[in-house]
Nanobody, 126 residues
């Protein structure tokens, strides 16, 4: 059974930091990613990481967010710094096989992700 379980969402003030975690099990994936969705808007990609550690970030989080993973714990992380009210959203982690490209797999924009967690809420406000 595939399971993706997020945690770490909270309410913080602008300029604050949070670290989201996602435990992933039951699936042989090449790509892991964080996505977010505001009510009434489409879900968008935030950051992805391939099995070889290559990362891709959305422009709106570059320099502020860092995606990482601990393979020994089957855990994906998203360190979020300098949070802004616009970062308020439900954050999801996802897993997928990626798109083969030579000896690697592409995990960024446009790649389909097969399994999703339930989401964790991040709220940034004064």
């Amino acid at each position: 059974e595939v399971q993706l379980v997020e945690s770490g969402g909270d309410s913080v003030q602008p300029g604050g930091s949070l670290r989201l975690s996602c435990t992933a099990s039951g699936y042989n994936y090449n790509c892991l990613g964080w996505f977010r969705q505001d009510p009434g808007k489409e879900r968008v990609g935030v950051a992805t990481i391939a099995s070889d550690g290559r990362t891709v970030y959305a422009d709106f989080v570059k320099g502020r967010f860092t995606i990482s993973k601990d393979n020994s714990k089957n855990t994906l992380y998203l360190q979020m710094d300098s949070l802004e009210p616009e970062d308020t959203a439900l954050y999801y982690c996802a897993a997928g096989l990626g798109v083969p490209a030579g000896s690697k797999h592409l995990c960024g924009k446009g790649v389909k992700y097969d399994y999703w967690g339930q989401g964790t809420q991040v709220t940034v406000s004064t």
